[in-house]
């Protein structure tokens, strides 16, 4: 879909607030409330066309205009240009007002993301697709708006193009999205734009002493790659470090998964695909900071050379760690892959995104992305930007209790803390491996692929939280 300004079409997307008069529209809007069609509620729509003249008008309810934010301009959007897809209209437009106690910029930013959300599907397999016919919304801004809203547009669209690579990755069955293409995918997305991108196959990883990612790696025909993507942007700074759980399909190993249970699985690997996603776009945007993101990818499954419960392994940290369960598999890759971030990509401060633990699921269901941290000020600077994205987040608890929970008998950790508090205790296990680096860890096991569209979030891969990694890197500060 193309974005753009200043044309007016026949057809219409027209916002409306339920307390605000509509200059030009009294008398329609009057009608279609007496008649109990449409009152300007928050996310009611009706639409009409005019057979005779060809004119379309999508009207897009809001509720009370002091009540209305970014989140609601997304949904109408992504509402009207679904229905005007239905309708099979090609070109529309959408006159964008002020709205009280909202940023002009930010607020069309916002209706245009809503645009963007609507036309994504993943249809690449089915022998029979769905058009989507909407191919140009054009914004009428306020006069002498221009200039400040068309950066904007230009962000939030290259923004989309990095939501919407996680959400392919994401969906991307395991037979075809095996470490390796992981890995190419990587490249052939990256590269172009700037971006380094470093491959390292089983023997470079061993050089390394990645023996905990290693571990996981071993029952696999699949050759396990790390995947090490440097963008620099900014200056002689140390880089912020991006780390993604790249586990491209998990059976929970020799701690089998029930069956239903794997049926998602091939969503094991979303903080990878939400890293690769999230480094795109800081590409695209030309962000002016030093960003390192790190990916270990392998699956997890089951051979003869397959780890088991009660192996003890290593890790490039040199701690020992008591294996209680192999489908704790994702921990065990991002020990090693938190900890090269920063003794080998000497990155000063670190994110982790892991679809990491059911317990998070349990505790906050598909709606807010679980977030641990060891500092108060890298964790500001990351809910700052979730605000900004409009992706919900809760910080979780991790202390001493949790901690000692994963301390080992036979080893110093073990690789779950049993039964309860299942988050912080998976948490706590990465923790023991940054150190004193300043770490935030979120759990989007949640959030990162849901069972029902959601709003403007589609079945399946949701590309969270790609915008909040966008905006903590846009804004770090060293």
């Known amino acids: 879909m193309k974005i753009t300004i200043g044309q007016k079409e026949n057809a219409k997307l027209i916002l409306v607030c339920k307390d605000q008069t509509h200059e030009g529209l009294e008398k329609v809007l009057e009608q279609l409330k007496e008649k109990d069609l449409f009152k300007g509620e928050a996310e009611e729509l009706f639409s009409h066309v005019d057979m005779e003249s060809g004119k379309v008008s999508v009207y897009l309810g809001l509720g009370e205009e002091e009540k209305v934010d970014e989140e609601a301009l997304r949904l109408a959007a992504f509402k009207g240009a679904k229905e005007l897809s239905k309708l099979k209209i090609r070109k529309a437009s959408a006159k964008l007002p002020k709205f009280s106690g909202l940023c002009y910029r930010k607020s069309s930013k916002a209706f245009a993301e809503g645009l963007y959300h609507a036309e994504y599907r993943f249809d690449k397999y089915l022998s029979k697709k769905k058009d989507f016919h909407l191919e140009e919304v054009s914004l009428i801004l306020l006069e002498g708006k221009e200039e400040k809203v068309l950066p904007e547009l230009s962000e939030i669209e290259n923004l989309m193009d990095g939501i919407f690579l996680t959400r392919n990755l994401i969906n991307e069955p395991a037979i075809t999205l095996t470490p390796v293409a992981l890995a190419k995918a990587a490249k052939e997305e990256l590269e172009p734009l700037g971006v380094e991108v470093t491959i390292?196959?089983?023997?470079?990883?061993?050089?390394?002493?990645?023996?905990?990612?290693?571990?996981?790696?071993?029952?696999?025909?699949?050759?396990?790659?790390?995947i090490i993507m440097r963008y620099k942007g900014g200056k002689d700074e140390a880089p912020i470090g991006l780390v993604g759980k790249g586990v491209t399909f998990d059976t929970g190993g020799y701690s089998l998964k029930p069956g239903p249970s794997m049926m998602t699985m091939n969503g094991d690997m979303g903080g990878s695909g939400v890293v690769i996603g999230a480094m795109k776009a800081i590409a695209l945007n030309k962000v002016k900071r030093n960003v390192t993101a790190v990916v270990l990818a392998t699956d997890?499954?089951?051979?003869?050379?397959?780890?088991?419960?009660?192996?003890?392994?290593?890790?490039?940290?040199?701690?020992?760690?008591?294996?209680?369960?192999?489908?704790?598999?994702?921990?065990?890759?991002?020990?090693?892959?938190v900890y090269y971030s920063i003794k080998h990509e000497g990155?000063?401060?670190?994110?982790?995104?892991?679809?990491?633990?059911?317990?998070?699921?349990?505790?906050?269901?598909?709606?807010?992305?679980?977030?641990?941290?060891?500092?108060?000020?890298?964790?500001?600077k990351i809910e700052k930007a979730a605000e900004e994205a409009g992706e919900p987040?809760?910080?979780?608890?991790?202390?001493?209790?949790?901690?000692?929970?994963?301390?080992?008998?036979?080893?110093?950790?073990?690789?779950?803390?049993?039964?309860?508090?299942?988050?912080?205790?998976?948490?706590?296990?990465?923790?023991?491996?940054?150190?004193?680096?300043?770490?935030?860890?979120?759990?989007?096991a949640g959030t990162s692929d849901i069972a029902a569209a959601r709003g403007y979030l589609p079945k399946g891969a949701t590309g969270m939280p790609v915008k909040t990694l966008y905006y903590y890197a846009k804004g770090a500060k060293k």
Request: overall charge negative; glycine content about 14%.
């Open 200 to 226: 390292l196959g089983r023997e470079a990883c061993e050089k390394l002493g990645m023996t905990a990612f290693l571990s996981v790696a071993k029952g696999s025909t699949n050759e396990p790659q790390g």
């Open 300 to 337: 997890n499954v089951i051979s003869g050379d397959a780890y088991v419960p009660g192996d003890i392994v290593g890790s490039m940290a040199g701690k020992t760690i008591e294996i209680h369960s192999t489908d704790a598999e994702g921990r065990l890759t991002l020990a090693d892959a």
């Open 347 to 380: 990155v000063s401060e670190v994110v982790d995104v892991a679809t990491l633990t059911g317990a998070c699921v349990v505790a906050l269901g598909e709606f807010n992305t679980g977030a641990f941290t060891n500092s108060k000020e890298l964790y500001g």
């Open 393 to 444: 987040m809760w910080q979780l608890p991790l202390s001493k209790g949790y901690r000692d929970l994963i301390k080992g008998d036979r080893g110093d950790l073990k690789n779950t803390g049993g039964r309860w508090g299942g988050a912080s205790t998976a948490a706590a296990f990465i923790e023991a491996f940054v150190e004193d680096t300043p770490w935030v860890h979120l759990d989007i």
